[in-house]
């Protein structure tokens, strides 16, 4: 197996360019997604273009109305920062809970929606706070909505001499409640069957669900319904549990069946939206 070319730029300028010019090129992240599948033989590609020396990439900023997550902030930083706790504690958990420590800490923001498997646990949170994705080429920067960024199957919206340079996540709206669940089959560190992100928030008259689903479908899954005065919580549920039903579509591998999956969407889409609507319900 050939190891690879990697290349080091140190400017954004010069990152874009190399990603435009080189035909079978990869941004290298964090690696933990590049090293597994190299070892697994299932990767091949000639050039990497290792982004670790561009300044400003590993930046942690927070305004009046949000987060922005640089590209090479590991994951375990947005799960343990005071900040991101207190401004977006439905995006701090869901980033808390992606493989183990040890991934956590070397596996970036960039990297992780990059990589676009439809089981990961950050989307789901990043896609009930509608984040925002930026990305950079030679030719400019553009902006991507994260519910409109994962396309299909393990496909993003990454254009070929694109790279992500961060990701901005607005504050959670005031008095709104949130809620991640994650269920594993296998270890406690591994990836989910299912798992679910629900924000409840608020609104005159009316509480607006919003759900984010993962490794339910091919891509994660955003979800939204209002729960309206004369529902408990228990028809809640229920209409929560009828849309999550219209999108799920489990892939079967060695950590269940489909229908398995299917089972366990349910319980994580129920956990979440009930804990949600009780912590609104104590205010
Ligand atoms: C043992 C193990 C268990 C895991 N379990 C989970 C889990 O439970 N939940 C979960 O969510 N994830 C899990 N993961 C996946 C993990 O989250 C990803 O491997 C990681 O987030 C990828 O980030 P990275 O920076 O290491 O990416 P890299 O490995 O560097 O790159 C991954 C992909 O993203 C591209 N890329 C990287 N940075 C950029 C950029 N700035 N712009 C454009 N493209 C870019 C690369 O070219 C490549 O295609 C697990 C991984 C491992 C190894």
Known sequence: ??????????????????????????????????????????????????????????DLTVTDDDITIGTLVPLRRVE???????????AAAAYGQAANP?????????????????????????????????????????????REFFTDFQETDVRH??????????RQPDGSRSSFVKMRSL???????????????????????RMGLGAVAPTTVYL??????????QQAVEAALDIADSVMDPIADIRGSASYKARLGRVAVEQAVRSSLKELSRD
Not at 187 to 209: Q, R, Y
């Open 1 to 58: 197996m050939s190891a690879g070319r990697v290349h080091r730029p140190e400017t954004l300028e010069e990152a874009t360019a190399l990603l435009g010019e080189l035909d079978d090129v990869m941004v290298y992240g964090g690696g933990t997604a590049i090293q597994i599948l190299r070892k697994q033989g299932l990767l091949f590609t000639e050039d990497y273009v290792d982004i670790a020396g561009i300044p400003g990439l590993r």
């Open 80 to 90: 343990t920062d005071p900040r991101t706790r207190r401004l977006v504690p439905v």
């Open 102 to 146: 040890r991934v956590r800490n070397t596996a970036s923001a960039g990297g992780n929606i990059a990589h676009g498997d439809y089981r990961l646990d950050p989307p789901t949170a990043l896609v009930v706070l509608d984040a925002t994705v930026h990305l950079a080429s030679a030719a400019g920067s553009r902006e991507v909505a994260v």
């Open 161 to 170: 001499g694109e790279m992500i340079t961060a990701i901005t996540v607005p």
């Open 187 to 209: 270890s406690e560190n591994d990836w989910p069957c299912a798992s679910a992100a629900v924000l409840a928030v608020p609104e005159d008259g009316f509480v607006e669900i």
């Open 224 to 233: 939204a319904f209002d729960v309206t005065p004369d529902m408990d919580e």
